[in-house]
């Protein structure tokens, strides 16, 4: 069974910088398509960028395009979330999440994925 855990949360100023990171134990990452998403206090769960296991396709939400960067590093079987340009409307629980599938477009709906980790809090403060 897929186990999933975040790391690289924390405080950091406007402007800073973070790298997440989403360890999997249990099978390898090679075979499944791995999502981040994001849930700000009161707010529902987003989906905020993905990674195909096919051939590493990327696709992020609008407000990360062009500061957050997803990529997988499947020899150490983790998936790496570099966070730049971090503003407050950035403040959440992180999550990763896995889908075991081929296919080679994702999704950053949260009922696709099957296996989810615990979440890491990011916060955005001066």
């Known amino acids: 069974q897929l186990h999933l855990v975040e790391s690289g949360g924390g405080l950091v100023q406007p402007g800073g910088s973070l790298r997440l990171s989403c360890a999997a134990s249990?099978?390898?990452?090679?075979?499944?398509?791995i999502g981040w998403f994001r849930q700000a206090p009161g707010k529902e769960r987003e989906g905020i960028s993905c990674?195909?296991?096919?051939?590493?396709?990327?696709y992020y939400t609008d407000s990360v395009k062009d500061r957050f960067t997803i990529y997988r590093d499947n020899a150490k079987n983790t998936v790496y979330l570099q966070m730049n340009s971090l503003k407050p409307d950035d403040i959440g629980v992180y999550y990763c999440?896995?889908?075991?599938?081929?296919?080679?477009?994702?999704?950053?709906?949260?009922?696709?994925?099957?296996?989810w980790g615990q979440g890491t809090q990011v916060t955005v403060s001066s």
């Open positions: 999440a896995a889908e075991e599938t081929p296919s080679r477009i994702c999704v950053l709906r949260s009922s696709t994925y099957n296996d």
């Open positions: 249990g099978a390898p990452l090679d075979y499944y398509a």
């Open positions: 990674i195909t296991a096919s051939d590493g396709r990327t």
